[in-house]
Nanobody
Framework: QVQLVESGGGLVQAGGSLRLSCAAS????????MGWFRQAPGKERRFVAL???????DYADSVKGRFTISRDNAKNTVYLQLNSLKPEDTTVYYC??????????????WGQGTQVTVSS
């Protein structure tokens, strides 16, 4: 069992940066794939980035070069650094975890979400 709590969202101007954090509880964190998704109202949840226990990464094409995912297994925390933010990045960001998750599925646990708003 893994519980996830996101933080770090907020309001930022276009071109600015934010760092999202996701604190995980549960012994399975270090062996889990950790990821970030985002979902705008009325739209489907979309993959943003993931990091495996080995440290290998995947990103959605829309965020490559701007967002960076990382994890600190000692702190049971995964981060998403958001740089060069655009108004279209405005939405709720969700942390997720799964033992064998991929970009397209296998996510067993979800956080409650944190709002990111980018003003133009």
């Amino acid at each position: 069992q893994v519980q996830l709590v996101e933080s770090g969202g907020g309001l930022v101007q276009a071109g600015g940066s934010l760092r999202l954090s996701c604190a995980a509880s549960g012994r399975a964190f270090s062996s889990s794939v950790m990821g970030w998704f985002r979902q705008a109202p009325g739209k489907e949840r979309r993959f943003v980035a993931l990091i495996r226990w080995s440290g290998t990464l995947d990103y959605a094409d829309s965020v490559k070069g701007r967002f960076t995912i990382s994890r600190d297994n000692a702190k049971n925390t995964v981060y998403l650094q958001l740089n060069s933010l655009k108004p279209e990045d405005t939405t709720v960001y969700y942390c997720a975890a799964g033992p064998a998750a991929t970009m397209t599925g296998g996510w067993a646990y979800w956080g409650q979400g944190t709002q990111v708003t980018v003003s133009s």
